[in-house]
C-alpha cells in the first residue's frame, strides 16, 4: 500500500509536501503582542519537515484577546514582525497559516465590553458578556477581514477562521451559548451559521479568489442540548459553499479533548461526515504521537491531513522522525 504521509497535497493554489500540520498552538511567547525572536525559532525548528504550520490564534480586537500573550492581528499591527515568521517558515518548506480568533464571552479581561452571541456568563469565564447588537456584528465583521487582509500582506499562505473550543463564532455556533431570536439566531442552522458565512464571504471578497482561507470548526460540543454531530453536513457545506478551502476539524465548548477518549484521531467521527459532504481538504488533530498513528488516520480515509499538536511542541524534529518511521 502506498504511503500517503509523505504524498504532498494540493491545497487551492499552494501545495504543500506531507500531510503533516502543526495545528494552531498558543505559546504565549508574543512580545508587545507580535511574534518575537523566540516565537519565530520555536516555529521555523518545527517547519523544517512539516507540510503545513498554522500559527497559534491572533486576537482581531482587543475586546477579543483571550490571554495576556496573545498574538495581535487587529488593525494597525506591525505587519514587519509577521514577515519576518512567515519568512522563516518559508525558508524550511512549510507553507503557513494565520488562525484569526475573537474570544467573545471568553475574553481574558473586561476592561472593554465583553461581547457574545447573547447575554451570557462562559463556563471558564469571570465576566457577563453582553449580546451583540447589529452594530457590533458589523465591526467584528470588518476586523476578521482586515486581520485577513494584514495576513495576506504579512506573507501568510492562508487565514484560518476560529470557530472552535468555545470562542465567539462557537459560541454563535452552538445552542447552549447562542440564545438569539434573530436571523443570527441559536435555533436553526442558517442562524447559527450566518455570521460565519457573512465573514467567510467578506473575507474572501478582501483576499481574492486564490489566498487559501479556512475554518477551525469546532464540530460537536459533546454537552446535553449542544451542537451535535448529525448537524456537521449541513454545517460544512454552508461553510463550503460560503468559500472555505480547508475545514480543520476540532471539539466545540468543550475544548481540544473528548473525555475519556485516549486514541489518535479522537475526533474522528467528526471528519468523516465532512469528508463525505465537501470536496475541499479536511484536518483531523488530536491525540496523534507517531507517525504510524497519522498514516493509519490517513489510510483510513478520516481526514486528507493530520495535526500534530503537543507531540510537536515537544519534540521539534517530530515531523522528520514520523515521516522516517511511519511504516
Ligand atoms: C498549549 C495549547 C495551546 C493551544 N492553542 C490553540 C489555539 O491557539 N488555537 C486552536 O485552535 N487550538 C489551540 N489548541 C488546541 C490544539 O490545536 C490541538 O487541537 C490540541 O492540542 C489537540 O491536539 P494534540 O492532541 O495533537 O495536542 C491549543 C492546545 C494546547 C495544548
Request: hydrophobic share 40%; aromatic share 6%.
Amino acid at each position: 500500500m502506498d504511503r500517503l504521509l509523505d504524498k504532498p497535497l494540493p491545497l487551492k493554489t499552494i501545495m504543500l509536501r506531507n500531510r503533516i500540520a502543526m495545528p494552531p498552538m498558543a505559546t504565549e511567547l508574543s512580545v508587545n503582542d507580535v511574534p518575537s525572536d523566540a516565537l519565530i525559532d520555536y516555529y521555523r525548528k518545527r517547519a523544517k519537515a512539516t507540510g503545513l504550520i498554522i500559527v497559534e490564534h491572533e486576537y482581531v480586537s482587543l475586546e477579543g484577546k483571550a490571554s495576556p500573550r496573545q498574538l495581535s492581528m487587529a488593525e494597525g499591527v506591525d505587519i514587519a514582525a509577521y514577515r519576518r515568521l512567515t519568512d522563516a517558515v518559508h525558508s524550511q518548506g512549510a507553507a503557513i497559516i494565520a488562525q484569526v480568533n475573537h474570544a467573545g464571552a471568553d475574553a481574558f479581561d473586561d476592561k472593554l465590553p465583553v461581547i457574545s452571541a447573547s447575554d451570557i456568563r462562559f463556563w471558564r469565564s469571570a465576566f457577563q458578556a453582553k449580546a451583540m447588537t447589529l452594530g457590533d456584528i458589523v465591526r467584528i465583521k470588518e476586523c476578521f477581514v482586515n486581520a485577513a487582509v494584514q495576513s495576506k500582506a504579512a506573507g501568510f499562505d492562508g487565514v484560518e477562521i476560529h470557530s472552535a473550543h468555545g470562542y465567539l463564532l462557537n459560541q454563535f455556533y452552538s445552542p447552549l451559548t447562542n440564545l438569539r431570536t434573530d436571523d443570527y439566531n441559536g435555533k436553526t442552522m442558517e442562524g447559527r451559521t450566518r455570521l460565519h458565512c457573512e465573514i467567510i464571504q467578506a473575507v474572501r471578497e478582501a483576499v481574492g479568489q486564490d489566498y487559501v482561507v479556512a475554518i477551525r470548526f469546532g464540530a460537536c460540543d459533546y454537552m446535553d442540548g449542544g451542537s451535535q454531530i448529525a448537524e456537521i453536513p449541513e454545517a460544512a457545506r454552508r461553510f463550503v459553499d460560503a468559500g472555505v478551502d480547508l475545514i480543520d476539524i476540532s471539539g466545540g465548548l468543550s475544548g481540544y479533548m473528548v473525555r475519556g477518549a485516549s486514541q489518535p484521531g479522537w475526533f474522528a467521527e467528526l471528519s468523516r461526515p465532512v469528508k463525505e459532504t465537501v470536496n475541499v481538504p479536511v484536518l483531523l488533530t488530536g491525540g496523534v504521537q507517531t507517525g504510524q498513528d497519522a498514516e493509519g488516520l490517513l489510510q483510513e480515509g478520516a481526514a486528507d491531513l493530520i495535526g500534530v499538536g503537543r507531540a510537536m511542541m515537544q519534540d521539534a524534529d517530530w515531523s522528520e522522525r514520523a515521516l522516517q518511521h511511519a511504516g
